[in-house]
Nanobody
Framework: QVQLVESGGGLVHTGGSLRLSCAASGGTFNGIGWFRQAPGKEREFVAK????????YYSDSVKGRFTISRDNAKNTVSLQMNSLKPEDTAVYYCAASISRYIRTTPSDYDYWGQGTQVTVSS
């Protein structure tokens, strides 16, 4: 049974940092994406990593502030978030894809975690 479990969310002040982790088990994936959803808004792409190419890609809103990485030994994917802003406040989800091509649309992902809340106070 595939399981994705996010951790590391919390409350920080503007300019602070958080590190989210996504622990994956029960399956083989080609990549992981991080998405976020704020109240009243659609789920949006944040970052992704392709396990085959080791390529990463970020949304314009987080580029230069967030870093996605994979720890093979721990079978986890992390999202380091620096210089956080109030507009980063959302529930953050990790999602796994079995597709060869790792994309930025939620519907392209096969498995989802339960989400972790990130709140950035001004």
């Amino acid at each position: 049974q595939v399981q994705l479990v996010e951790s590391g969310g919390g409350l920080v002040h503007t300019g602070g940092s958080l590190r989210l982790s996504c622990a994956a088990s029960g399956g083989t994936f080609n990549g992981i994406g991080w998405f976020r959803q704020a109240p009243g808004k659609e789920r949006e792409f944040v970052a992704k990593i392709n396990f085959s190419t080791r390529g990463t890609y970020y949304s314009d809103s987080v580029k230069g502030r967030f870093t996605i990485s994979r720890d093979n030994a721990k079978n986890t994917v992390s999202l380091q978030m620096n210089s956080l802003k109030p507009e980063d406040t959302a529930v953050y989800y990790c999602a796994a894809s079995i597709s060869r091509y790792i994309r930025t649309t939620p519907s392209d992902y096969d498995y989802w975690g339960q989400g972790t809340q990130v709140t950035v106070s001004s």
